[in-house]
């Protein structure tokens, strides 16, 4: 939480976070993107997932939350947590500590197919995407074929009349010629 001046005469109020309400009062709490924190947050979540309460200074009032027994927490990020790639450019590297609080739940994910062909019912177009993201694995290439891409290249071409040529470039716009080659097969 933070103190903000809002109250009479621009004093300053208490205003809480979303994850202090679902520490406090139960609930489940999701830090999307954890490997973008901020590693000062992270150090105060740390404390609080490990020691069943936390320090909040700014809420004079009332300075330790207790951990509510219904609060659950998740985190969800792109990499496993040792920072940036080529990929992901913009990740931090997780502390050991963070890691740990989670490490237990882990759950891999890869991409759902079946939701995949629902966002793109176009079988061809479908199985074109797939096979360059197989291809991109093979060959060990840092790209990668998104479930957004391959929702949005069904609307361009389903509502905007794109062709599959003209997808398949906006793919590989910026793409290196080898790596080309080498997803497309030719």
């Known amino acids: 939480g933070r103190l903000v001046p809002r109250g009479e005469k621009g004093q300053f109020e208490f205003v809480t976070t979303q994850f202090l309400e679902c520490y406090e009062n139960g ?50 990020a792109n990499t496993w947590g040792r920072g940036a790639d080529r990929q992901y450019c913009g990740r931090n590297e997780l502390d050991e500590s963070t890691i740990d609080r989670f490490r237990m739940g882990t759950v891999p994910m890869d991409y759902d197919e079946t939701l995949e062909r629902q ?14 993201r197989e291809r991109i694995r093979d060959n060990r290439l840092e790209r990668i074929v998104s479930t957004r891409f391959i929702a949005q290249a069904y609307v361009k071409k389903h509502s905007h009349g794109w062709d599959t040529e003209r997808i398949t470039t906006k793919l590989f716009q910026g793409w290196r010629d080898d790596e080309i080659r080498r997803v497309k097969g030719a």
């Open 27 to 76: 609930g489940v709490f999701l830090f999307d993107e954890i490997d973008a924190a901020d590693s000062n947050v992270l150090l105060v979540v740390n404390s609080a997932l490990a020691n069943g309460e936390m320090s909040v200074p700014s809420r004079h009032a009332n300075p330790t939350a207790k951990r509510h027994p219904d609060f659950v927490c998740f985190a969800a």
């Open 119 to 132: 966002l793109c019912p176009d079988d061809a177009l479908y199985d074109l995407l797939k096979t360059y």
